[in-house]
């Protein structure tokens, strides 16, 4: 079976930062409807012809009667949680009697804009939600008064915050970054998620909250208008994707053109979804409740509209949860609130959103890890069986089932209602898919054998550089052996001010030297949507798959690139990868090398041969390749930061296959194998 694209970029133009620049074939194959809020996806606007404004008016449940979970009034809901959910989330709640709320003092507040931190402060505003959280359901599951002053501290504290989101965010106001201006009111992810906390709390308590005072349910209720409800209605945001946004969420330091309306990305879904929360459970204003609804539904459409046909998540996997996921919990409470008259779930493209885990699905926690993600996903056990449940896909829910860890507690008010089914649903493995192919996403991958880690898995990723959350990757492949990771992505780091301002792409694993690629002297590829490869033919029978692409626009004019057909193949019979090159420059290029990264310890046993360990102990990997034209050093690469440490300890290495001699055309090949 044969899949390609027609050779290089079309000439259709659309704008990106404050230039004109061709979009790559990817691009026009989907969209000659083009929301230009949505360049990789299509114009659907699903919600929109699901239901109409009329309709939607008509069907809207009143907030007196919309009772989509059990409040704390509903005791045989609560009571009849499973014993040892209702111990863990009263213990989770008993930890914080008493609580002393951390200060948020403007001199933590200020550190990311003095000198890029961001943990500290997120790590105070992250320990005031955990407990809220915690104390909320202990005293759901008691229902006794006990916890009920611990909560009103904790609503009262998060009231009297300056701001619901994160300094990092503050780039969205007028005066910038620094301190948060009270009458520029600004919504981000974090202002969103706080707002549905406090709205949860007043949904699930009611007036049991009057017991403490009768002021404390208005306080809340004013702080979401003044914070969210009225902002979110009066502005148009930049995660919108609607005419006034100014500046990129993911990449804050472009600008967008005036008339112009910026793409969006997960910020959409994520915030929608909080959003959508806080309207449905605190807004007693039924027209600004109805209209706050219907910009929802217009803005969801937009995240939906950003999504290709194959349902693939450009963030990568890690970012599922709130991105799809997230999408998801928008729809059921739209579903929800409208008795059914919202539902978008019938169409293939909400199936594939939700397939793509499976699809990415390397082995246990491991997932193809393109631009920020991290090689291992912790997934959302309760929103992917939600998900699989209500589109009736068996090997989605399979995946949440098999996720399912034995000390798992619900958090979520959806997650505490559907665990009893999560636990009854009948158990079988997740299937691991002998081939996958997103063709609008330009992402492959590789098994010798469906639902076995056995032998070589490899995965390839032919898009381009202009992705949210994007690293510079077009071409680069990921390789594991058992299950375990050989030649790998290094992925998400932990977020600092570097991370998304416009020096973000000198930090070494968003650069394509970092990556299993070319580099030729020391020219490397560049972000940007234009950098994408072109041509791209997939192949795949019984024997073997195999995805070749050309990535010369993937490289500046400085790389002299004529030509650069890169081909990655698998050949199943004799469990081998074959990973080709073959070029042809407009100039010899002094110092070309192929980057390959990796976490196993390296030995050169032969000249012509580098030997992988694996530290996890899977079968130990080798490249052959040709000495009299290559010649292999091993760089050694000493990780300080959080985050990659995590995945893959103090030190990864980065072994850089040289061409010995300039040449304007080359042949190379790289052959891997297990011993």
């Not at 550190?111 to 997120?122: F, I, K, P, V």
């Not at 791209?536 to 019984?542: A, G």
């Not at 074959?578 to 002094?590: F, G, R, S, V």
Request: charged content about 20%.
């Amino acid at each position: 079976m044969i899949f390609s694209f027609p050779p290089g970029p079309s000439r259709r133009q659309f704008l990106f930062g404050s230039a004109a620049v061709l979009a790559s074939s990817s691009t026009l194959s989907l969209a000659d409807t083009a929301d230009s809020a949505a360049p990789r996806g299509r114009q659907r606007n699903l919600l929109a012809h699901a239901c109409t404004p009329e309709r939607l008016k008509s069907s809207l449940v009143p907030l007196d009667r919309y009772r989509p979970f059990p409040t704390i009034q509903d005791r045989t809901a609560w009571d009849s949680l499973r014993p040892e959910t209702h111990k863990a989330l009263l213990e989770a709640g008993e930890k914080y009697v008493g609580f002393h709320w951390p200060e948020m003092p403007a001199t933590v507040f200020l550190e990311y804009a003095r000198d890029g931190n961001r943990t500290h402060y997120e790590g105070i505003r992250n320990a005031r939600m955990g407990a809220l959280n915690a104390l909320l359901f202990a005293e759901c599951v008691e229902a006794k008064g006990r916890f009920l002053d611990d909560i009103a501290n904790g609503l009262w504290a998060t009231c009297e915050e300056s701001f619901w989101g994160v300094p990092a965010h503050l780039y969205i106001q007028k005066a910038d970054l620094g301190l948060p201006d009270p009458r520029d009111p600004i919504v981000d992810l974090f202002a969103a998620q706080t707002s549905a906390l406090v709205a949860t709390a007043v949904y699930l308590l009611h007036d049991r909250l009057d017991t403490v005072s009768p002021q404390l349910r208005e306080r809340v209720i004013f702080e979401a208008e003044r914070r969210i409800l009225e902002p979110c209605l009066a502005q148009n945001f930049m995660w919108m994707g609607l005419p006034g946004g100014k500046t990129r969420h993911d990449l804050p330091w472009i600008t967008v053109p005036e008339g112009q309306v910026q793409p969006v990305n997960n910020w959409d879904s994520w915030i929608c979804w909080n959003w959508l929360t806080t309207i449905l459970f605190l807004d007693r204003n039924a027209d600004r409740r109805l209209r706050s609804v219907q910009k929802v539904t217009v803005c969801l459409d937009k995240f939906i509209n950003t999504y290709p046909d194959d349902g693939g998540c450009e963030e990568g996997p890690s970012y599922w949860n709130v991105a799809s996921g997230a999408m998801f919990d928008g729809l059921e409470l739209l579903h929800s609130a409208t008795s059914g008259a919202i539902d978008i779930y019938g169409n293939p493209l909400i199936g594939n959103m939700a397939m793509y885990l499976n699809r990415t699905r390397i082995a246990e926690d491991y997932y193809i890890n393109q631009g920020d993600a991290p090689p291992t996903v912790q997934i959302d056990v309760d929103k992917v069986f939600r998900f699989g449940k209500r589109l009736n896909n068996a090997d989605v829910v399979a995946l949440a089932t098999s996720n399912l860890r034995p000390n798992y507690v619900p958090t979520t008010v959806p997650a505490i209602f559907a665990e009893t089914a999560l636990r009854a649903e009948p158990l079988r493995p997740a299937p691991l898919f002998r081939d996958t192919w997103l063709p609008d996403s330009r992402v492959m991958a590789a098994r010798i054998r469906a639902n076995s880690t056995d032998g070589l898995y490899v995965a390839c990723i032919a898009a381009d550089n202009g992705k949210s959350h994007s690293h510079n990757d077009t071409g680069s492949f990921w390789l594991y052996s058992n299950g375990q990771p050989v030649l790998i992505d290094l992925g998400q780091e932990a977020y600092r001010r570097q991370s998304f301002n416009e020096h973000r792409y000198e930090i070494p694993s968003t650069q394509s030297a970092f990556h299993n690629l070319p580099t030729l002297g020391s020219v490397q590829q560049f972000a940007d949507p234009s950098a994408c490869a072109t041509d791209v033919v997939y192949r795949v029978d019984d024997r073997s798959a195999e995805l070749s692409m050309e990535l010369a626009h993937a490289y500046p004019p400085a790389a002299n690139i004529k030509t650069w057909r890169r081909t990655v193949r698998l050949d199943r019979v004799a469990n081998r990868v074959e990973i080709d090159d073959n070029y042809l420059l407009t100039q010899p290029m002094e110092g070309i090398f192929l980057s390959l990264m990796t976490a196993c310890d390296v030995t050169t046993p032969t000249a012509g041969t580098l030997r992988l360990n694996s530290k996890q102990g899977a079968p130990a990997t080798t490249i052959q390749f040709d000495p009299s034209l290559l010649k292999p050093t091993v760089d050694t690469i000493a990780l300080d930061n959080e985050r990659l440490v995590a995945h893959w300890g103090a030190i990864v290495y980065r072994i850089r296959v040289q061409r010995q001699t300039p040449a304007t055309s080359g042949k190379l090949r790289l052959t891997i194998f297990s011993v």
